[in-house]
Nanobody, 124 residues
Framework: QVQLVESGGGLVQTGGSLRLSCAAS????????MGWFRQAPGKEREFVAT????????RYADPVKGRFTISRDNAKNTVYLQMNSLKPEDTAVYFC?????????????????WGQGTQVTVSS
């Protein structure tokens, strides 16, 4: 079992930056691929970014490429999402998720563990 707790969300103006953190506890963290997803009001949950257990492989959704960076520190059992050049359309609840394998994935159904989410609001 893996427990995930997100932090770092908040209110920011267009063009601003935020860094989300996801602290993991429970079973071994370093063997899990991790991902970030988001869900805006009235919309389905969508993929944002994923990272392999080693950190050597990452994938990003097209809307965030070049603006968001996913990283991890296995010694601290933490995964991060650095978000720059934020836009109002980035407003959503952001969720951290963990897989039971080391391979990255973009489909939410392939993640077995989820955090409670953290709200990100970008004002125009």
């Amino acid at each position: 079992q893996v427990q995930l707790v997100e932090s770092g969300g908040g209110l920011v103006q267009t063009g601003g930056s935020l860094r989300l953190s996801c602290a993991a506890s429970g079973r071994t963290f370093s063997n899990n691929a991790m991902g970030w997803f988001r869900q805006a009001p009235g919309k389905e949950r969508e993929f944002v970014a994923t990272i392999s257990w080693s950190g050597s492989t990452t994938r990003y959704a097209d809307p965030v490429k070049g603006r968001f960076t996913i990283s991890r520190d296995n010694a601290k059992n933490t995964v991060y999402l650095q978000m720059n050049s934020l836009k109002p359309e980035d407003t959503a609840v952001y969720f951290c998720a963990a897989r039971s394998t080391e391979m990255v994935a973009t489909a939410s159904g392939l993640y077995g563990y989820w955090g409670q989410g953290t709200q990100v609001t970008v004002s125009s």
